[in-house]
């Protein structure tokens, strides 16, 4: 992940009335697993990725990213990372956006701790960095993705044909 600039990861959780948004730890083992390799979570993100790879690579603490934990239990992420400036959807010329990005396991989805979540990392973003806009990119296939996109605050920018699926690029605020 390209750094966010002079950021300081918050040293505390962020919470909200049913979320806990933390860092990674070894208790989200498993969670972590289940999360990368399921083919319902990356329907729409190239499918799911192998078992071993995953296991392999689990991170560590990683700024950028929250663990979202309901209950004690992890169920999704939420990430920001630098926009790659060589792939298609920008905002600044030079490219390298911070782009919001999330993921959350099938049994958490339909109850809002998608947009719980989302929202609480953009305020901390807002708060972090005053006034720089955050993109974010799904499928437009991906009816769910976009509405809690425009939910979020997110405004349509362009779409354009990328993994062989057309994109659908907003951005915040």
Partial sequence: ?????????PSVPLRTPRLV????????????VELLTSPQVHTYLGGPRPREDVERALPGRRPGTFVVDHSGEMIGLV???RRDPARPGRIRP??????LSYMFLPTAWGRGYAAE????????FAGALPGEPVVLCTQAANDRSVRLAV???????????EFDAEQWFGVWP
């Fill in 94 to 99: 030079e490219g390298g956006d911070a782009e």
């Fill in 79 to 81: 990430t920001f990372d």
């Fill in 1 to 9: 992940m390209a750094e966010l600039g002079p950021v300081v990861w």
């Fill in 151 to 161: 939910k979020l605050g997110f405004t349509e920018v362009e779409r354009f044909e």
């Fill in 21 to 32: 948004l933390r860092e990674s730890e070894a208790r989200d083992r498993a969670a972590y």
């Fill in 117 to 124: 979540a989302c929202a609480a990392a953009l305020r901390w």
